[in-house]
């Protein structure tokens, strides 16, 4: 085809594959942040929500001796799971909280780093790995229904464009045998 479009048909054709194509990379990742695994079942948000409250309550009695990290780790939640609405909103906030869970993730480790080791009730790795397994289950928590939302729309996005899809490389196929 040397990559060149002579007809109205083909040129539909392409496009809708093009952006079927692109669309479905975005429908992956959302489907990944809705669902458990590639065929797993959908999750809900008591579901998340429940993983990082036993995860805060795990983490709690390993941080009752550091109160520098644990402030850090409530003034994340708290600002991780204050309401949002929107879309757009939703998206900025997931970009915030990507930045944020790193930034405190640095300031727990200096602290870590900083506290004596006969004050900690595990080893500084222990609890580093405990602090980001709960940050990550808080920001998935916060993120949670903003990916819910975004699903939706690429499903009502994606199905009818998927479906012009097949119409025109149809009409494509049958055009170009018959002509």
Same mark, same amino acid.
């Given at each position: 085809?040397?990559?060149?479009?002579?007809? $109205?048909?083909?040129?539909?054709?392409?496009?809708? $594959?093009?952006?079927?194509?692109?669309?479905?990379?975005?429908?992956?990742?959302?489907?990944?942040?809705?669902?458990?695994?590639?065929?797993?079942?959908?999750?809900?948000?008591?579901?998340?929500?429940?993983?990082?409250?036993?995860?805060?309550?795990?983490?709690?009695?390993?941080?009752?001796?550091?109160?520098?990290?644990?402030?850090?780790?409530?003034?994340?939640?708290?600002?991780?799971?204050?309401?949002?609405?929107?879309?757009?909103?939703?998206?900025?906030?997931?970009?915030?909280?990507?930045?944020? #869970?790193?930034?405190?993730?640095?300031?727990?480790?200096?602290?870590?780093?900083?506290?004596?080791?006969?004050?900690?009730? #595990?080893?500084?790795?222990?609890?580093?790995?405990?602090?980001?397994?709960?940050?990550?289950?808080?920001?998935?928590?916060?993120?949670?229904?903003?990916?819910?939302?975004?699903?939706?729309?690429?499903?009502?996005?994606?199905?009818?464009?998927?479906?012009?899809?097949?119409?025109?490389?149809?009409?494509?196929?049958?055009?170009?045998?018959?002509?």
């Amino acid at each position: 085809a040397n990559f060149e479009v002579h007809s $109205m048909n083909a040129a539909v054709a392409l496009a809708a $594959m093009l952006i079927v194509a692109g669309s479905g990379f975005i429908g992956r990742f959302a489907y990944s942040r809705v669902h458990l695994g590639l065929f797993g079942q959908r999750e809900t948000l008591r579901d998340v929500t429940g993983r990082a409250d036993e995860s805060r309550s795990a983490l709690h009695a390993a941080l009752r001796s550091l109160p520098g990290v644990e402030a850090c780790v409530r003034d994340f939640e708290r600002i991780a799971l204050a309401p949002q609405a929107g879309v757009l909103a939703g998206a900025w906030r997931a970009l915030d909280l990507a930045r944020r #869970t790193r930034s405190v993730q640095a300031r727990a480790r200096a602290l870590l780093r900083a506290a004596p080791a006969a004050s900690l009730p #595990t080893g500084p790795e222990a609890i580093a790995r405990a602090l980001r397994a709960h940050l990550g289950l808080v920001r998935r928590v916060a993120e949670f229904g903003f990916y819910e939302s975004v699903f939706a729309l690429w499903h009502a996005f994606h199905v009818p464009l998927a479906a012009i899809l097949f119409l025109a490389a149809a009409i494509h196929v049958v055009a170009v045998h018959l002509y």
